[in-house]
């Protein structure tokens, strides 16, 4: 990239797409993901909000202790206490960032904070010469910089600067701003800013007008250098501009934009489908890059056109993006050293042997169901293998289920609670109702089903089903995922799941905090 600008691609996955409702990860969950993000070569990752609660600062120091090539970010409001906890969690980091905001837009600072600009811009200043005692390397936020007077921007900017700031970071909050517009703003910014040479501009856009890349990309154009972005555009509200739309769009048009990412795109597809896994976030079949049609053809014409010269229909590669044209692969017969290396191929590694093995005997588990085992096949047995949680509370040990014209369908179940089999049988409005009742006949969590969602992995009537079920109890938010060829098993496999994280005392409360 000697005659490019470098791109930065910041990944706030971990900390702002949790703030999808009902996204909420794990510690465990976090570092997985923030693992598949280095090996994509991803920059900067932002861990979490570490001052959000006891849990999301755990999760930040255990990716900042995993992660060695790519730099872990905390954020942290304009307070000495967030700025603090933030540097205490990224402390053993190898490479470390805190993310300092404070909102700078009329209706943010009268009716939300209540102070003066000349307040907020002293506050601004404070809390970047507090991140400075913690690292060198500190991004400063203008929330809601969107709808910010371009004056008052423009002062904040050159004194956190001045501060010590290194990257400025200029978010679309609300989703209000339109390409041009915001592409206007960063040039502005950058041309009237007197110091801004001495820091990377960055942009963190919102979908809420569905214009997140369209803006970021605006803003490339306009000379900034990071942009914010999360796998499969997962954030608050309508959610952020996807990371894979973002680099991809980068990559293909070379001939418009005069700088290009680091990134290894290859791990895009296997990074998307383990961040829907944990999520539960389903990823819809259109969706640009990384939906199962992304790079499929209907028309007569353009299959035509494909099969004489590719170019014709298809501006990228689908292999470029991780997707795998050889896609049956392995079957009853096929071994261990066979399933760990078709797995590699497809970007799944397994920490230890212990978890190779476990994946494996799910793997023999599921060939003895159905005879080829698709690539989506292995992605939704590992997602399913590393959700589970460690000495689980509650493991299926038998199903039986009876479903009829005319009759009320009827589970009976039996578990392992504890170690000790438990047995309990329910009618429902459905084999999936009956199976729920029974199992909560058992344990009586006292839990509110928020979600249950079914997708196919593959085609064909033999295809694994996946379920995501979402549970709320008590503020806590969990997703529990489960996959078989029955799809009632499939079901009552997520139910359990969900079940097992609720009693895991490392999870926390969903984190609904400001943001940038």
């Not at 971990?14 to 598949?36: F, H």
């Not at 963190?204 to 900034?224: E, K, M, Q, T, Y």
């Not at 700088?259 to 259109?286: A, H, K, M, Y």
């Not at 042997?353 to 690539?375: G, Q, T, Y």
Request: proline share 3%; charged share 25%.
């Amino acid at each position: 990239m000697a005659d490019k600008d470098k791109l930065i691609i910041f990944d706030t996955t971990l900390r702002d797409g949790e703030q999808s409702p009902g996204a909420s990860m794990t510690r465990d969950e976090k570092v997985r993901i923030a693992k598949a993000l280095e090996k994509m070569r991803v920059d900067v990752i932002e861990a979490g909000f570490p001052i959000a609660s006891p849990g999301d600062f755990e999760a930040v120091q255990a990716v900042a202790r995993s992660i060695k090539d790519s730099t872990v970010c905390g954020l942290s409001r304009a307070l000495d206490k967030d700025i603090d906890r933030a540097g205490e969690a990224l402390k053993d980091a190898n490479s470390a960032r805190i993310h300092t905001f404070i909102a700078t837009s009329p209706i943010h600072m009268q009716a939300k904070l209540r102070m003066e600009p000349d307040q907020v811009l002293e506050q601004a200043v404070r809390a970047v010469k507090r991140a400075r005692q913690h690292t060198d390397n500190v991004e400063f936020s203008a929330e809601d910089a969107g709808r910010s007077e371009l004056d008052f921007l423009c002062r904040v900017i050159e004194a956190v600067i001045d501060a010590g700031a290194t990257t400025i970071n200029i978010p679309d909050t609300v989703g209000y701003n339109i390409p041009q517009q915001f592409g206007e703003l960063i040039g502005n910014l950058m041309s009237r800013v007197p110091n801004a040479d001495k820091a990377v501009f960055s942009v963190h856009c919102h979908n809420d007008l569905g214009l997140a890349v369209s803006n970021s990309l605006a803003a490339v154009l306009n000379g900034a250098r990071q942009v914010e972005c999360t796998i499969n555009g997962l954030g608050e509200r309508a959610g952020n501009a996807s990371l894979e739309e973002i680099v991809m769009a980068v990559r293909t048009r070379q001939d418009v934009f005069s700088c290009d990412t680091d990134l290894d795109t290859t791990q895009i597809v296997p990074c998307s489908r383990l961040v829907s896994g944990i999520t539960g976030f389903p990823v819809q079949p259109n969706k640009a890059i990384v939906g199962a049609n992304a790079f499929a053809h209907e028309s007569g014409i353009h299959q035509d056109g494909v099969l004489k010269s590719r170019e014709t229909y298809e501006i990228m590669r689908a292999e470029d993006v991780g997707w795998s044209a050889n896609r049956i692969v392995l079957g009853k017969h096929s071994g261990r050293n066979a399933f760990r290396t078709r797995c590699q191929e497809i970007g799944i590694e397994f920490e230890t042997e212990e978890e190779l093995n476990l994946a494996f005997s799910r793997f023999k588990d599921l060939a003895d169901k159905k005879h080829d085992i698709f690539d989506e096949d292995l992605q939704a047995l590992v997602s399913e293998t590393s959700t589970a949680v460690e000495d689980e509370c509650y493991k299926l040990l038998a199903l039986r289920v009876c479903s009829e014209t005319g009759e009320t369908p009827v589970a009976g179940i039996t578990l392992s609670v504890d170690g000790e089999e438990k047995a309990g049988e329910c009618a429902g409005s459905g084999p999936v109702d009956a199976a729920f009742r029974a199992i909560e006949e058992i344990v009586s969590s006292g839990t509110q089903l928020q979600l249950y969602s079914v997708n196919n992995i593959t085609s064909g009537t033999d295809a694994q089903g996946e379920v995501t079920v979402r549970l709320e109890k008590a503020g806590r938010i969990v997703n529990g995922l489960g996959a078989d060829t029955d799809i009632v098993i499939a079901s009552a496999k997520a139910y359990l799941n969900a079940l097992n994280k609720l009693v895991d005392q490392t999870l926390r409360a969903h984190p609904q905090r400001d943001g940038v």
